[in-house]
């Protein structure tokens, strides 16, 4: 039974590479200091997947790795992850989605894993031996149609399925400062404060309304792709839970690697 569900902000993906970024060495440490015991499958929703209806996809064997970034290191484009695909995850997930009212729900038996999928579980389970299934957001929706989705999906932590939302706290790629350090610029502080004290006093409500009550909101996610999956991984936590921050470090000024676990309020 998995208790807890997570949000994990992948940042650059140069993650999968990069030995300076902090948010590298928590995600290798994830399975000894995180979350220590091994779920039977992986339920992860990236940000890098954008389709109308949802739709997961059901692969039999490895999973491909997707290579979807362009003019990064060339060693980036070797590296590979494959876990195998889920079936029987993903037409549980189907099911559950359908009885609470998304329809239609779309199965893909192609898809591998994107780099919001492959990179951050390349960290976090280099073993690749863990079945993924993965699942889209759905960016012309709000917020609230994420969360529901999560609550849809609160079943399979008893069954023992690792949920996990995968995107970035902040993801304003046109506001970057290379020149920056870990220094954070201060509008996307401020975004990542509310948001951290939102999660912790369990305002789930607020944080779907992130839109009109966070500042800087509009800022922050210019488009929502990378914030929806904190919203499904909130959702599926469950009742009377809240948002803990397990990490936080930054990049270029403004990409906040905050990351979350969703556990039962004390």
């Given at each position: 039974?998995?208790?807890?569900?997570?949000?994990?902000?992948?940042?650059?993906?140069t993650?999968?590479?990069?030995?300076?970024?902090?948010?590298?060495?928590?995600?290798?440490?994830?399975?000894?200091?995180?979350?220590?015991?091994?779920?039977?499958a992986?339920?992860?929703?990236?940000?890098?997947?954008?389709?109308?209806?949802?739709?997961?996809?059901?692969?039999?064997?490895?999973?491909?790795?997707?290579?979807?970034?362009?003019?990064?290191?060339?060693?980036?484009?070797?590296?590979?992850?494959?876990?195998?695909?889920?079936?029987?995850?993903?037409?549980?997930?189907?099911?559950?989605?359908?009885?609470?009212?998304?329809?239609p729900?779309?199965?893909?038996?192609?898809?591998?894993?994107d780099?919001?999928?492959?990179?951050?579980?390349?960290?976090?389970?280099?073993?690749?031996?863990?079945?993924?299934?993965?699942?889209?957001?759905?960016?012309?929706k709000?917020?609230?149609?994420?969360?529901?989705?999560?609550?849809?999906?609160?079943?399979?932590?008893?069954?023992?399925?690792l949920?996990?939302?995968?995107g970035?706290?902040?993801?304003?790629?046109r506001?970057?400062?290379?020149?920056?350090?870990?220094?954070?610029?201060?509008?996307?502080?401020?975004?990542?404060?509310?948001?951290?004290?939102?999660?912790?006093?369990g305002?789930?409500?607020?944080?779907?309304?992130?839109?009109?009550?966070?500042?800087?909101?509009?800022?922050?996610?210019?488009?929502?792709?990378?914030?929806?999956?904190?919203?499904?991984?909130?959702?599926?936590?469950?009742?009377?839970?809240?948002?803990?921050?397990?990490?936080?470090?930054w990049?270029?000024?403004?990409?906040?690697?905050?990351?979350?676990?969703?556990?039962?309020?004390?």
């Amino acid at each position: 039974m998995t208790k807890e569900t997570f949000y994990i902000s992948h940042g650059s993906p140069t993650l999968s590479i990069d030995d300076s970024l902090p948010a590298r060495g928590f995600l290798k440490s994830f399975q000894q200091k995180v979350f220590p015991e091994r779920p039977k499958a992986i339920l992860i929703i990236s940000g890098h997947w954008e389709t109308a209806d949802p739709e997961v996809n059901s692969v039999e064997g490895p999973s491909d790795t997707i290579y979807d970034f362009y003019n990064f290191p060339k060693k980036m484009y070797q590296l590979k992850y494959p876990a195998p695909g889920a079936p029987k995850l993903a037409s549980r997930v189907k099911e559950l989605l359908s009885g609470s009212g998304f329809k239609p729900v779309h199965v893909n038996k192609k898809r591998g894993l994107d780099h919001g999928a492959w990179v951050p579980l390349m960290l976090m389970y280099p073993e690749a031996d863990i079945p993924v299934c993965q699942l889209s957001v759905q960016t012309e929706k709000d917020a609230t149609h994420h969360f529901n989705m999560g609550r849809a999906l609160v079943p399979l932590k008893d069954e023992g399925v690792l949920i996990i939302g995968s995107g970035s706290a902040t993801h304003n790629l046109r506001t970057m400062d290379r020149q920056a350090g870990d220094s954070a610029t201060p509008w996307a502080t401020e975004f990542d404060n509310w948001i951290k004290e939102a999660l912790y006093e369990g305002r789930y409500e607020d944080v779907n309304d992130y839109e009109a009550k966070a500042p800087y909101a509009k800022v922050a996610h210019p488009w929502p792709d990378h914030f929806y999956p904190l919203h499904v991984a909130m959702g599926a936590a469950g009742d009377n839970t809240r948002g803990e921050l397990i990490h936080t470090s930054w990049s270029a000024g403004t990409l906040s690697y905050s990351s979350y676990k969703f556990t039962a309020k004390p």
